[in-house]
T-cell receptor, first 114, second 114 residues
């Protein structure tokens, strides 16, 4: 069965600090997809990034970067130079190739203080 | 392109009543998935529809049902409401079935059961 663990419940940083959100996953499938979503107070889940299991290349997109390591089943997400607008709950999610039954972690509440 | 829309945004019902929530996917998307979000259980998959057929179902009682129309719009219905059904119900759309596609979420319907 698939499982996603986000051990960090809450993180508080000061603006301009870098922050890394941790995500560990479990799956028996060899083909799977990992996602990060952001949920601001308005409630809508906003898609941020996605990684396929067969592509371990780590990338940077603006202030966002991610570190995908299959050996440790981790998919960590970093925000560089955080801003107050980054304050939200961040969810890591996993889906397998067969269906859209996306499994979410419990979420990490990030607060960025001015 | 317009995003996923959900109506109504807020709903208050009493125990024993039934409720119908509506979701319009992004134009061209044929898969619609529904999720329930509560503080205690987090984000949980309810079901997925594709081409008017339920493709996958989460671990929820039969009181939760859904359907999809030929234009890919979807509705979910909860009958005999219980207090524990109070939650944010999120709808997501993707181009097709299978976890390979990114799911894009609507703003959600916040249901309160009194």
């Amino acid at each position: 069965a698939q499982k996603v663990t986000q051990a960090q419940t809450e993180i508080s940083v000061v603006e301009k600090e870098d922050v890394t959100l941790d995500c560990v996953y479990e799956t028996r499938d060899t083909t799977y997809y990992l996602f990060w979503y952001k949920q601001p107070p308005s409630g809508e889940l906003v898609f941020l990034i996605r990684r396929n299991s067969f592509d371990e290349q780590n990338e940077i997109s603006g202030r966002y970067s991610w570190n995908f390591q299959k050996s440790t089943s981790s998919f960590n997400f970093t925000i560089t130079a955080s801003q107050v607008v980054d304050s939200a709950v961040y969810f890591c999610a996993l889906s397998e190739a067969r269906n859209n039954d996306m499994r979410f972690g419990a979420g990490t509440r990030l607060t960025v203080k001015p | 392109k317009a995003g996923v829309t959900q109506t109504p945004r807020y709903l208050i019902k009493t125990r024993g009543q039934q409720v119908t929530l509506s979701c319009s996917p992004i134009s061209g998307h044929r898969s619609v998935s529904w999720y329930q979000q509560t503080p205690g259980q987090g984000l949980q998959f309810l079901f997925e529809y594709f081409s008017e057929t339920q493709r996958n179902k989460g671990n929820f009682p039969g009181r939760f049902s859904g359907r999809q129309f030929s234009n890919s719009r979807s509705e979910m219905n909860v009958s005999t409401l219980e207090l524990g059904d109070s939650a944010l119900y999120l709808c997501a759309s993707s181009p097709s079935v299978g976890g390979a596609d990114t799911q894009y979420f609507g703003p959600g319907t916040r249901l309160t059961v009194l």
